[in-house]
């Protein structure tokens, strides 16, 4: 599985009962954390996207209020490329009508979202008033479980795209000193390089079920797709939760 891995940047894990035990206790507290109200900056695209960064209050084993730790051979298979504590997991949630265009996106943004599934890499994030793109987050990699069970808006994916992501952004990073690296534009060679991604590498879409999971390369160029019309879903919609622990080394041990 490490060298599909390698080729491909992604590897899918079939149903865990050790995963499922995990989702189940998870499920309603996900449930209730996406109608806090403290949470409730994280809706998008016209409250059609609970966006849910951190929003689970989990430790760095996964556990919840008392609950299980995230074991499985996802798991396992993550901690074999970085061995590092979880995150709070993000609580990315769809619903019937997603992507509506919300007020926080532009005429661009919403057109990209719709035709490329708001394709990106994790970790950059835009800065200034023109929306620059520089990596702020040093992720290791990215674990997905998801919490609900619906085909409606799949996980998707770019098969072997983070082999052409890794070189560009490493070429774009030649020269710059360490301590300047977060601070680094990289817009240009990231623009550049999703291109050629979409018009090379396979679109995937990866659907899965309550105690699968999967593992993303941290420089796999992903996103997902919109909610297919006359697909339905119960009232707790779309949700996945996303691990993504930072790298120690920054920047340059992201690279």
């Given amino acids: 599985m490490v060298s599909e891995f390698a080729t491909s940047?992604?590897?899918k894990f079939g149903f865990d009962p050790v995963v499922m035990t995990w989702v189940d206790h998870v499920?309603?507290?996900?449930?209730a954390a996406q109608k806090d109200p403290a949470h409730a900056a994280w809706w998008r695209c016209d409250d059609t996207w609970f966006v849910g960064v951190n929003a689970l209050e989990n430790d760095g084993q996964g556990r919840v209020t008392g609950g299980p730790a995230l074991e499985g051979a996802a798991m396992g298979f993550a901690r074999s490329l970085a061995d590092l504590p979880l995150d709070r997991a993000q609580l990315s949630t769809m619903?019937?009508?997603y992507p509506r265009q919300g007020t926080e996106e532009s005429e661009a943004a919403h057109r990209y979202?719709?035709?490329?599934?708001?394709?990106?890499v994790d970790g950059l994030k835009p800065f200034g008033p023109d929306r620059r793109r520089r990596v702020d987050e040093a992720h290791a990699w990215l674990l997905?479980?998801?919490l609900t069970e619906t085909p409606a808006s799949p996980f998707v994916l770019w098969d072997g795209s983070h082999r052409i992501m890794q070189s560009a952004f490493r070429k774009a990073f030649e020269g710059v000193a360490p301590e300047k690296m977060k601070a680094h534009d990289v817009t240009g060679a990231y623009q550049a390089a999703r291109r050629e991604v979409f018009d090379s590498c396979p679109r995937i879409e990866l659907e899965a079920k309550p105690g699968q999971a999967y593992v993303l390369h941290r420089h796999t160029l992903h996103g997902v797709a919109p909610w297919a019309d006359g697909l339905t879903a119960g009232p707790e919609g779309r949700m996945i939760a996303y691990f993504r622990p930072d790298l120690p080394g920054g920047v340059a041990a992201w690279l």
């Fill in 9 to 11: 940047g992604w590897a």
């Fill in 113 to 120: 979202r719709i035709r490329r599934d708001s394709a990106h």
């Fill in 95 to 97: 619903f019937p009508g």
């Fill in 27 to 31: 499920r309603p507290l996900a449930i």
């Fill in 144 to 146: 997905g479980v998801p």
